[in-house]
């Protein structure tokens, strides 16, 4: 244990020894960079900084603090908190600002509170310093910079997954205010569909953004698989991808057949309950070669490959080879069966609004990148140049940015090297995007948090690969910072400063003994139970949230939202450890 804390120690001092001031973008003319503040003790009641550069500075604009006055020529910016954000615990608090100069970008003096932080202070592209704190997730203790818990929020995160799961439970189930579920699923169609994973907070069961989630989960295991192991969560995280794999594979009966819904989406929302208590039909929906679903069996495709790489990296091949088994049969139903999912299922609230085609293209990379055969890869490449993939976003519904890093990861090819760079210029600070007040990336009313984290994700694989390694390390933070508490509060449920209490989420909202109704689901009471570590939707583009179970933009959950920022929350503690 000595020996063990004065690693620790000698961690944190080396971190803290580094540079307050980090150039993270230098454009000639406009830059961008972070500020470390140092605070040695706790502040109450507001702070002021000064920012003391070589050489003038202009238009700067800035998150977490406000300029109050501007001196010396453009050289002296005067800062304030900005009322939230005015009492401060002693640790390291950053910001990020971007600025306009004459030529490179200039060296700084910070000082906060009047006093001068360290000495230098020149301009420098070291990593984050420390001031975190040692915590340990059941394996080996991992130092964790900033403010945040990020193996805590991680463990959380996996447990929100557990809550999700439909179908007879395991012994070792977690959640004690669940129970065995819709274990009817898929009679109608001879077969046991009764797993998998509810989509939101509502009871259906959407394979097009599950299966997404599974990809991205996946890919997140492998980037990032110490962090996983350090904290004691790997066991955990595959027991979570396999409940949707399993399920997977009975979706799955025959080569050219797929189920990709279960449920009606109208009965389904009319119903507020436990899902134990549904009595309504649920129908099995299927693509089939006569009626196909690219975008959806695709998607699988990608799924089943990624997880299996999971598998065989952790000492299931076996199951890893069933896995992928599945994963070639589905990915040549896509590719010669082209068709649109919901032309067969038509009330899928979760329609392929981009088309299959990016499917076609991501799915075609993740069997390369489990089966090393180069014919994936042709095909990837191919149709990346023949549908236009050089540009597009990243979600359950967008695979274009994503496949830039995986045929990267594939070819070191410096073209898809430079989409994802071109794509994600816009994402950056000052690029073009609209950012919150507070300084999170916003782009669209609906889960603006899960966008946000999912292009978090998008810059931790991407500086895993060596692209801009501190500037998008430095955006990931701000922007999964922001979810755990840099807003002023937690938009992680039963995680850290006044998380959200009554996420939209049904089983979450019902107590395990009693009725649960819509008179419940219209009662301003905190849900009876913690849907631990679920991501909400999160604020408006001015950082207004609403912790009201009836408004489904800012406060409900889903299982693609968590996807994205559990995957950023290993890369953190990977980064920090």
Not at 419 to 433: Q, T
């Amino acid at each position: 244990m000595k020996c063990t804390a004065l690693i620790l120690l000698a961690l944190l001092g080396a971190a803290q020894a580094q540079s307050y001031y980090q150039v993270i973008g230098d454009w000639g003319n406009r830059f961008q960079a972070n500020v470390f503040i140092p605070v040695p003790q706790a502040v109450h009641g507001g702070w002021t900084a000064t920012f003391l550069f070589d050489k003038p500075v202009y238009d700067m604009e800035i998150w977490r603090a406000q300029v109050v006055n501007i001196r010396e020529d453009n050289k002296a910016w005067d800062l304030s908190d900005l009322g939230w954000n005015g009492h401060l615990e002693a640790g390291t608090y950053d910001m990020t600002f971007v600025a306009n100069t004459d030529g490179a970008a200039p060296g700084m003096r910070l000082f906060f509170n009047g006093v001068e932080a360290g000495s230098g202070g020149t301009a420098t592209t070291t990593q984050q310093p420390g001031g975190g704190t040692t915590t340990s997730g059941g394996g080996n203790p991992v130092v964790v910079n900033g403010r945040y818990d990020y193996v805590e929020a991680l463990h959380k995160s996996i447990l929100f997954y557990e809550a999700q799961r439909a179908g007879r439970l395991p012994a070792n189930n977690r959640i004690p205010w669940r129970r065995d579920s819709c274990l009817g699923d898929g009679s109608d169609v001879g077969l046991d569909l009764s797993g998998g994973w509810f989509d939101a907070g509502d009871h259906l069961k959407l394979h097009f953004p599950l299966a997404y989630t599974i990809t991205v989960l996946s890919w997140g295991m492998i980037e990032f698989k110490q962090a996983y192991e350090a904290a004691g969560e790997m066991a955990n995280a595959m027991d979570s991808i396999k409940w949707v794999t399993d399920y997977f594979i009975n979706c799955h009966p025959s080569k050219f057949e797929f189920v990709a819904q279960v449920g009606d989406t109208e009965p389904d929302h009319q119903f507020w309950g436990k899902p134990q208590d549904m009595t309504m039909r649920r129908p099995a929906k299927k693509v089939t070669a006569n009626q196909p679903g690219s975008d959806v069996t695709a998607e699988t495709a990608a799924a089943m490959a990624a997880a299996s790489i999971v598998f065989r990296e952790n000492g299931n091949p076996g199951y890893a080879d069933e896995l992928l088994s599945h994963a070639r049969d589905l990915y040549e139903f896509a590719d010669t069966y082209r068709g649109e999912y919901q032309n067969v299922v038509h009330d899928t609230p979760y329609p392929s609004f981009g088309g299959m085609n990016d499917e076609i293209v991501w799915g075609a990379a993740w069997l390369h990148r489990a089966t090393q055969d180069g014919s994936y890869l042709s095909k990837a490449e191919s149709y990346y140049d023949q549908y236009g993939i050089s540009s597009g976003g990243f979600s359950w519904d967008e695979k274009q940015s994503g496949t830039m890093l995986v045929l990267h990861k594939a070819t070191n090819k410096d073209k898809y090297k430079n989409d994802l760079i071109g794509y994600m210029a816009r994402k950056m600070p000052g690029g073009g995007d609209t950012y919150t007040p507070k300084g999170m990336l916003w782009l669209n009313e609906w889960g603006s948090c899960r966008h946000s984290a999912n292009h978090a994700f998008l810059a931790l694989v991407a500086a895993e690969q060596g692209i801009n390694v501190a500037q998008y390390r430095g955006f990931a933070a701000q922007q999964i910072n922001y979810m755990l508490g840099d807003a002023g509060r937690s938009m992680v449920v039963g995680f850290g400063n006044n998380p959200p209490v009554r996420p939209h989420h049904r089983a979450a909202t019902c107590p395990v003994d009693g009725n649960c109704d819509w008179n419940t689901y219209n009662s301003w009471d905190a849900n009876a139970n913690v849907l631990q570590g679920a991501l909400v939707g999160g604020p408006d583009a001015h950082d207004n949230y609403s912790d009201d179970r009836s408004n489904f933009h800012t406060n409900e959950v889903a299982v693609d939202y968590n996807a994205g920022f559990q995957g950023c929350l290993a890369a953190l503690i990977k980064i920090a450890s």
